[in-house]
């Protein structure tokens, strides 16, 4: 079955940028059947989306990330990653990739997601 | 953007019970709703899809229902491994967005 695992960084200093990686396991990334998603837990609190990256490369940004953030895919890898620049500690946050997959019938769902990488900004 | 609201956002029962939670959107977004359950510690799952679709290999005592901007998810009998926070959330338009969370907990 697919398997997704984040990986980068725990600690990121106040106005550097986060780097995290998703390795896709079970699964091509170069499939149009799925988005490949970002979606963020600040400490104690709900679920945040943050965007996705399609095969073909094409993207969606959360609009309250869209200035700052960079998501991008290496199909050769099976990899999809994500930049966040001039990070406060307002991003600390558990920052999940899930696979968000599109059915015929027009449904969609994240049906798999990484453990989660706890990344925190502070100096 | 569209404002998804859970209720209630906790609430404590007894293995058996029977548990309803709802879920609003502040505009419709027909069945375009999933629910997920996150275990402490771990990544949500998804139970739910399209208002009221069982995801493979989810035990029937779960289900949902509804439309347009009231969604409801029932547990008929609650069993100790359903612990956790669930979550709705709508796929009708960007951003996507999940409710604020149901946290449920053993009497």
């Known amino acids: 079955q ?87 500690a307002a991003d600390t946050a558990l920052y999940y990739c899930a696979r968000d997959t599109i059915s015929g019938s027009g449904s969609r769902y994240f049906d798999s997601w990484g453990q989660g990488v706890l990344v925190t900004v502070s100096s | 953007d569209i404002q998804m609201t859970q209720s209630p956002s906790s609430l404590s029962a007894s293995v058996g019970d029977r548990v309803t939670i709802t879920c609003q959107a502040s505009q419709a977004i027909k069945n375009y709703l999933n629910w997920y359950h996150q275990k402490p510690g771990k990544a949500p799952k998804a139970l739910i899809y399209a208002a009221s679709n069982l995801e493979t290999g989810v035990p029937s005592r779960f289900s949902g229902s509804g439309s347009g901007t009231q969604f409801t998810f029932t547990i008929s009998s609650l069993q100790p491994e359903d612990v956790g926070t669930y979550y709705c959330q709508q796929y009708d338009k960007h951003p996507l967005a999940f409710g604020g969370g149901t946290k449920v907990e053993l009497k």
């Open chain 1, 2 to 88: 697919v398997q997704l695992q984040e990986s980068g960084p725990g600690l990121v200093k106040p106005s550097q940028t986060l780097s995290l990686m998703c390795t896709v396991s079970g699964a091509s990334i170069n499939n149009n059947a799925y988005y490949w998603s970002w979606i963020r837990q600040l400490p104690g609190k709900g679920l945040d989306y943050i965007g996705y990256v399609f095969y073909s490369g094409s993207t969606y940004y959360n609009p309250s990330l869209r200035s700052r953030l960079t998501l991008s895919l290496d199909t050769s890898k099976n990899q999809f990653s994500l930049k966040l620049t001039s990070v406060t």
